[in-house]
């Protein structure tokens, strides 16, 4: 990546916490996570995570706070500019991605649009 321009996504120090934690339960070498798009949902679009075995030619890599993020090239356009987050609260955790591109979302958070 390049130093001109900013990274696609960043990542909170929770958030790298726990793809850390992720990564070492695992229990087999990865290159890091992988984040997608998918068409989901009511509002159309949905993020994805896997773990990656490898890099992809096409992936734009993100390494921030020791761990190393790579952005699948057909999401790209979706989640520039996106912070990733790890919440926990009484009842539960997850990733949360705050994206300046969403237009909306769905009722039930499952989805967006751009």
Known sequence: MSQDRPAPITLTAAAARQITSLLERRGKPSAG????????????????LE???????????????????LIDPKAGMFI?????DYVEDKLQGGFVFRNPNEKGRCGCGESFHV
């Open 51 to 69: 773990y990656a075995d490898d890099l992809s030619a096409l992936d734009e890599v993100v390494r921030q706070h020791g761990v190393t993020v």
């Open 80 to 84: 520039f500019g996106t912070e990733m």
């Open 33 to 48: 996570i992988r984040i997608g798009v998918r068409s989901k949902g009511c509002s159309g679009l949905s993020y994805s």
